[in-house]
């Protein structure tokens, strides 16, 4: 595909999905953006615009180049319009289920040559290269959020994953402008292994009264020298994923040291989500 074009398809048109697509189609692809429902389409396709609007108010974008990107994105509700595409990377719901019940059906709808990425965070790609049939042509691209400003991308092998499509991925990443980084198919693979943990504990810090989160966020961004405390990160991402990553580790590593403290379970049940619900260890107003 280096040096090529080809059509690229985005299942799930949520933040992560939104951010993909706009990054390939900044760098010159058209690409397919699919949901399963038009509204979760539109509000992607809102999130592409207000991020463009963005650049070109700082003035790192022109406002023809904005429109141009625009117009590289279709979006559709049916899967059978990622036919003909080389490449589709899946950004979904981080349930293991949902993902190979996806990738079961782009297995039966793609051309045999095409390959199959998963944005997952924390889920073997072992499983759901298993479940499309083509393990060979399956690999994982673990974007950072947000998508078009962040460079690093994990590049997970599966264990049947060739060499062709490993090398192949790797340079597409560096065409979008990213950093990719090898990584082997393990539970949270290094970034979420490394970070669930600590904003675990940090929530461990609320829970038993340590401080208070804007204490706790403080403490290491002046401390540690970090961008984003762990409970303003943990609302960027969502408690809710926080939590799914935390199940994905305890149940893969076996280890009780990553066991989901008892106060974020407590809070994804009661809808308190973060950034996205407008309350979690912090409250959100409209556009903020």
């Given at each position: ?237 969502g408690l809710d994923v926080c939590l799914d990553i935390l199940n994905v580790l305890q149940g893969g590593l076996g280890d009780p040291k990553y066991r989901p403290c008892p106060l974020l379970k407590r809070m994804v049940a009661a809808g308190h989500l973060g950034r996205k619900s407008g309350r979690g260890f912090y409250t959100y107003g409209k556009g903020s």
């Open positions: 595909m280096s040096g090529s074009k080809k059509p690229i398809g985005v299942v799930g048109a949520g933040t992560m999905g939104s951010g993909i697509a706009q990054v390939f189609a900044a760098t010159g692809f058209r690409v397919t953006l699919v949901d399963v429902e038009q509204r979760f389409l539109d509000r992607g396709l809102e999130r592409v615009s207000s991020s463009l609007d963005r650049l070109v108010k700082k003035n790192t974008l022109a406002p023809d180049s904005r429109d141009a990107i625009r117009d590289r994105i279709t979006t559709s509700t049916d899967r059978n319009a990622l036919a003909e595409h080389h490449l589709v990377v899946e950004a979904i719901v981080e349930k293991l289920e949902a993902k190979r019940d996806l990738f079961q059906e782009l297995g039966r709808i793609l051309p045999e040559e095409a390959l199959l990425a998963s944005n997952t965070s924390s889920i073997s790609i072992t499983e759901l290269a298993t479940a499309s049939g083509r393990p060979d042509c399956f690999i994982g691209m673990h974007f950072m959020n947000p998508v078009p400003l962040m460079n690093l991308v994990e590049v997970i092998r599966g264990q049947d994953t060739s060499e062709t499509t490993f090398q192949e991925v790797m340079n597409l990443a560096r065409a979008l402008g990213k950093t990719p980084v090898a990584v082997n198919d393990y539970p949270g693979f290094v970034s979420n292994r490394v970070l669930l943990p600590m904003i675990n504990e940090a929530i461990f810090s609320v829970m038993e009264g340590v401080a208070e989160p804007e204490a706790i966020d403080t403490v290491m961004k002046l401390g540690m020298n970090h961008p984003m405390g762990p409970l303003q990160l943990a609302d960027f991402i």
